[in-house]
């Protein structure tokens, strides 16, 4: 079974510095999607960032970068200039393509100081 | 286009009562995942309905827990016979095709006192 891991249940980074978020996975498929999704206080999930395990280019979208190391099984999101509003509960998941769901970690939960 | 519209968005049920919880996927979505999510913990998959059929029901309890996704209509997750351990937040996701990004609604939060 795939299992996805979070390392650190709790991160802070000072306003409009980086940081950045770890994630290892354990799979034997070669072709999977993995995704970083955000989880303020309203509890709505944001789809922050996804990447396909085939494409060797890190994904990027604005501040949000990730480190996809498929040898290692390992897909790290890098926030650049923090803002407050990043404050939230980051999720790493996994997905196989086809017919199955999302297998998500357990979350970390980054706090920004002002 | 609307997101994934859940509702409601709190749900209190006494114990042994019914809870039937509900989801509007997207425009143009006809794959519907359900999700449930224990405080501090991610998100735990239930069980994954394409209109008319359930594909996966891996994570589903195998008693009081039942989900449809009919043809027209919204999803329910229903949970018969509630208990203090099904209080939880329960979140419908929604995609176009599978194996895709899944876009959320905003949960249903279900307290069982």
């Known amino acids: 079974a795939q299992t996805v891991t979070q390392s650190q249940p709790e991160m802070s980074v000072q306003e409009a510095e980086t940081v950045t978020l770890s994630c290892t996975y354990d799979?034997?498929?070669?072709?999977?999607?993995l995704f970083w999704y955000k989880q303020p206080p309203s509890r709505q999930m944001i789809l922050v960032i996804r990447?396909?395990?085939?494409?060797?280019q890190n994904a990027t979208e604005n501040r949000f970068s990730v480190n996809f190391q498929k040898a290692a099984k390992s897909f790290s999101l890098k926030i650049s200039d923090s803002q407050l509003g990043d404050a939230a509960m980051y999720f790493c998941?996994?997905?196989?393509?086809?017919?199955?769901?999302?297998?998500f970690g357990k979350g970390t939960r980054l706090s920004v100081i002002a | 286009n609307a997101g994934v519209m859940q509702n409601p968005r709190h749900l209190v049920r006494r114990r042994g009562q019914e809870a039937r919880l509900r989801c509007s996927p997207m425009?143009?979505?006809?794959?519907v995942y359900w999700y449930r999510q224990l405080p501090e913990e991610g998100l735990k998959f239930m069980v994954y309905?394409?209109?008319?059929?359930?594909?996966?029901e891996s994570g589903m309890p195998k008693e009081r827990f039942s989900a449809e996704f009919p043809k027209e209509g919204p999803s329910i997750l229903r949970i018969q016979q509630v208990v203090r351990g099904d209080s939880a937040a329960y979140f419908c996701?929604?995609?176009?095709?599978?194996?895709?990004?899944?876009?959320f609604g905003q949960g249903t939060r279900l307290t069982v006192v």
């Open positions: 309905l394409q209109k008319e059929n359930i594909i996966d």
């Open positions: 998941a996994y997905s196989l393509p086809g017919n199955t769901p999302l297998v």
């Open positions: 799979t034997s498929e070669s072709d999977y999607y």
């Open positions: 990447q396909e395990a085939y494409k060797q």
């Open positions: 425009k143009g979505h006809s794959h």
């Open positions: 996701a929604s995609s176009p095709r599978p194996g895709t990004e899944a876009f």
